[in-house]
């Protein structure tokens, strides 16, 4: 008997011990995650130079999901970055005007306001400025701020939620303050509320122990180095291929990134870190658009940007964890827009010639 409750004791000390060598190991965790990383809010920032009203938010949204914006008629903001989809399109790279064929793969809405500028090259500084470069360029809604206000201003209803949504100016119907208005409902494309946030605010039930293992070896692996904050990216700028250069399909010779708009040679081939916020919803990866799986995107950026070779159960670990930064999908309802009037611009549809061939 007095055997029998040695070794029982023994077992209720070991268990006991390993619980409270896993509960500070577990705390060690957090605190490090902490440290790194911040959750999704529930509500949208302050944007600077633009108050961000109800009035605002709701004429965003009409001119976020409004085809009219586009010299076809045919796309919307909402085309290339589908609220239903994760704030992306799922393509390689953006179909645009007349079918033409965009030069780099869409990035998500969803949490953009946090990112420090927008685009992968970061040329815009907010997303007031992103807001006018779709509209106006020729492989995406090949429009005019002219032609854009012509049509608002043709529409009665708009011309009357303009009004409302900045009160005492003179003339409210302008190109600038539909890109104010935009941002204001972009602003609002949050996603809180994923385990991983539950995780930073205290709960460390919220991840299991493969999802806590991933986060470690995202931590341990230098993943947060370039992935961090709030969006887990957007933050910075980073050559891709600090180590070892991918190959030409996923990074594309003629695509110099950031070089474009700083004519510096030390940004040739950087791009702006990406946020790795609902990842899973939203492949293909990379500006090239030419990896669908996240097994393999994870791969690419250990031995890219890294200089590690990460094993198999390495990066299921780290995509396990990935899938934890999902969520709570913005709950949008599809606005009905105002009708056109006899003197809105009508369509334009020009098809390009290698379009025309694909048929």
């Not at 500070?24 to 809010?41: T, V, Y």
């Not at 969006?231 to 010779?253: D, R, S």
């Amino acid at each position: 008997m007095r055997k029998i409750a040695f070794c029982l004791a023994l077992a209720i000390g070991t268990t006991y011990t390993s619980h409270v060598l896993a509960g500070k190991n577990d705390g060690k965790l957090m605190e490090q995650a902490q440290s790194q990383f911040k959750p999704i809010p529930t509500e949208p920032p302050a944007l600077e130079g633009n108050e961000v009203t109800p009035e605002r938010i709701e004429l965003g949204k009409w001119l976020y999901f409004d085809p009219r914006l586009s010299k076809s008629w045919l796309i919307s903001c909402n085309t290339c970055h589908n609220l239903a989809l994760g704030g992306v399109d799922l393509e390689e790279t953006s179909i645009g005007h007349g079918w033409a064929k965009g030069p780099r793969n869409a990035p998500t809405v969803l949490n953009s306001v946090f990112n420090l500028a927008q685009f992968w090259d970061g040329r815009a500084e907010d997303l007031e400025a992103q807001a006018k470069g779709p509209i106006q360029a020729g492989v995406e809604m090949n429009n005019t701020p002219d032609r854009v206000e012509r049509t608002l201003k043709s529409i009665p209803e708009y011309v009357q939620s303009f009004r409302k949504a900045f009160p005492g100016e003179a003339d409210p119907v302008s190109f600038n303050n539909m890109a104010k208005a935009i941002e204001a409902f972009e602003a609002t494309l949050l996603t809180p509320g994923s385990p991983f946030d539950k995780y930073l605010k205290g709960d460390a039930g919220a991840l299991s122990k493969a999802e806590k293992r991933g986060l470690k070896l995202f931590m341990d692996k230098g993943c947060s180095s370039c992935h961090s904050g709030v969006n887990l990216g957007g933050e910075g700028y980073y050559p891709f291929g600090v180590v070892e250069k991918p190959g030409g399909e996923v990074l594309p010779e003629e695509d110099k990134g950031r070089f474009a708009v700083t004519k510096t040679a030390s940004d040739e081939y950087v791009f702006k870190v990406p946020s790795l916020r609902n990842i899973e919803l939203t492949p293909p990866y990379f500006h090239s658009g030419e990896v669908w799986e996240l097994e393999q995107a994870v791969a690419i950026m250990g031995s890219s940007q890294l200089g590690i070779d990460l094993n198999d159960n390495e990066t299921a670990a780290i995509v396990t964890f990935l899938k934890t930064l999902t969520g709570e999908q913005p709950k949008v309802e599809y606005p009905i827009l105002p009708p056109h009037t006899k003197g809105t611009p009508l369509p334009v549809v020009d098809v390009s010639s290698e379009a025309m061939m694909g048929h």
